[in-house]
């Protein structure tokens, strides 16, 4: 009686999987035992054969969950126009230096009413790979109108826009700008969309929950020097409230960027890393 009870689940199943496969265009002659299994090139066994982020990177949002989040390169709003290499999920990763001296910054302002906004944190190296791919091709300027209107693509690398190494393979670098609070929402970029450059005046550029900079993130310009004599006014003291907020616990910016920052010491300065950026890259952490 065993016997059979056992036969007719088999059956059952058998059936329930026929009927699947029956509506997937499939019959079961098609799929081999193997197919169930986990290949050496699937997307699963390539997860698991990532590597993983040293012991000193966490996730920023476990040090401070108040640190706004909007990481760009998981998405099309980027000088490439697609989403970047080795960009899977919108987790901000950072070295744990880095991350509690963003803490600290957020504490101070919050007392002041405003908050932090990462664009972008950790880069693995594949992704940096992936920006000199695109740069010396040419022929792909489908974002030149917002991100890099008046530069020349082919002077991308000569000009320092972009490299084949960047601090932010290290851990210890951030991109990030000031959001007043309450913090507005901020619609998702429509791929397609008409371009404005990223020069423009606020109330033109692509619309961005921060305080006006005089320039949008990862605009290919002199004007987002965070030092240019032609950003006045607010714009020139929100850099400066910026700047002075992030140099107070211990990040150092970079001239040519206004959104730019690294923290010092640096806890690896010399390695570039190339784990994805994934939350399961620094899982417990």
């Given amino acids: 009686m065993t016997g059979m009870r056992t036969a007719l689940r088999a059956l059952a199943t058998a059936a329930a999987v026929t009927a699947l496969l029956a509506t997937a265009g499939l019959s079961p002659a098609s799929v081999s035992p193997a197919a169930a299994q986990v290949r050496p090139g699937s997307a699963s066994a390539d997860a698991r054969s990532e590597p993983k982020a040293p012991d000193g990177f966490v996730a920023l949002r476990s040090v401070d969950p108040t640190i706004i ?21 919108p987790v901000c990763i950072l070295t744990r230096p880095a991350a509690r001296a963003l803490h600290l910054a957020q504490k101070r302002l ?11 944190c950790y880069r ?12 010396k091709d040419l022929d792909d300027q489908s974002m030149k109108g917002e991100f890099y209107p008046l530069v020349d693509k082919s002077r991308l690398f000569e000009d320092g826009y972009i490299a084949e190494k960047s601090g932010h393979s290290r851990g210890s670098t951030v991109d990030l700008t000031l959001v007043r609070l309450p913090a507005l929402p901020t619609r ?12 423009a005046p606020k109330d033109e550029r692509f619309p961005d929950n921060s305080v006006d900079m005089g320039t949008g993130y990862d605009c290919f310009d002199t004007l987002s020097h965070t030092d240019d004599p032609r950003i006045q006014g607010v714009q020139r003291a929100n850099r400066q409230f910026l700047k002075r907020t992030l140099t107070e616990v211990g990040f150092v910016n970079l001239p040519e960027e206004w959104w730019h920052f690294t923290h010092k010491p640096e806890l690896f300065p010399d390695t570039y890393f190339d784990f994805p950026v994934d939350r399961r890259a620094v899982a417990g952490r």
Avoid at 125 to 134: C, E
């Fill in 69 to 89: 989040q909007e990481m760009r390169y998981t998405t099309a709003h980027t000088f490439l126009g697609e989403r970047v290499d080795g960009y899977r999920q």
């Fill in 110 to 120: 919050l007392r002041q009413g405003y908050a932090l906004k990462v664009y972008d």
């Fill in 124 to 135: 693995p190296q594949r992704a940096v790979d992936h920006f000199v791919r695109w740069a």
């Fill in 188 to 199: 998702p970029y429509r791929p397609g969309e008409r371009l404005t450059p990223c020069f």
